[in-house]
């Protein structure tokens, strides 16, 4: 059985092309992969990740946003009682990495991430969230 993914765009970020890239990889990489589309909330990517029983929620982040959302969408699958991963990836700046890690994210995908780079993180974070 394949790893299931979840990916979402959250808030107001309406550029989809990089997600679906992203969705596109995971994919060929042998992920299930469930996109939840554009301009989802946290409670909403929280909800769906739970629905489809996934090992990961990645999110993609263009707006600016992510130090708001990010830390949303970890502490919504808390609240449900899921230990659910959130991966953070798109334009992330390198001094709020550490602030995401800070805040229940546990992978974060900056700028310049190649496909093979994409794959091995969320493998990565699969495998710790298992223990």
């Known amino acids: 059985m394949s790893d299931r993914i979840l990916v979402a765009k959250v808030g107001l970020d309406g550029h989809d092309r990089g997600v679906k890239v992203v969705a596109r990889i995971l994919r060929d990489a042998g992920f299930e992969v469930i996109y939840t589309g554009l301009f989802?909330?946290?409670?909403?990517?929280?909800?769906?990740?739970?629905?489809?029983?996934?090992?990961?929620?990645?999110?993609?982040?263009?707006?600016?946003?992510?130090?708001?959302?990010?830390?949303?969408v970890v502490q919504k699958l808390r609240d449900l009682g899921a230990d659910i991963p959130v991966i953070v990836g798109g334009t992330i700046p390198d001094r709020d990495v550490p602030k995401l890690h800070d805040a229940g994210v546990a992978g974060v995908l900056t700028p310049g991430a190649t496909a093979e780079q994409v794959v091995e993180r969320v493998r990565e974070v699969i495998a710790a969230s298992r223990g």
Do not use: F, R, Y
Not at 44 to 70: C, N, P, R, W
């Open 40 to 72: 989802q909330t946290p409670e909403k990517v929280a909800a769906a990740a739970i629905d489809e029983d996934v090992d990961a929620v990645g999110l993609s982040m263009l707006s600016g946003a992510h130090m708001t959302l990010a830390p949303l």
